[in-house]
């Protein structure tokens, strides 16, 4: 299996209203996302924020990699 990692911005807005579980997404933020809220968390994870704690180095790649798996 094949993961691939890659910073969220606004263009991934619609996937993500589409696609969001409201129970997970209340458990995790206490709602479900709506369109206003989203597009300024996209913002600042694009402009590499506090919220955008990312790297795209090979370490990090498998350290998440292992996650998703079960590992870690």
Known sequence: MRIRLER???GHAEEIL???DEALARE???RPWDRERLAEFLAR???GT???RWSS???SRRAAAGRSAGEG
Do not use: E, N
């Open 8 to 10: 969220l911005g606004p």
């Open 18 to 20: 589409t696609g969001q």
């Open 28 to 30: 995790i933020i206490g």
């Open 45 to 47: 994870a694009r402009a």
């Open 50 to 52: 506090r919220t955008a």
């Open 57 to 59: 180095s090979p370490r």
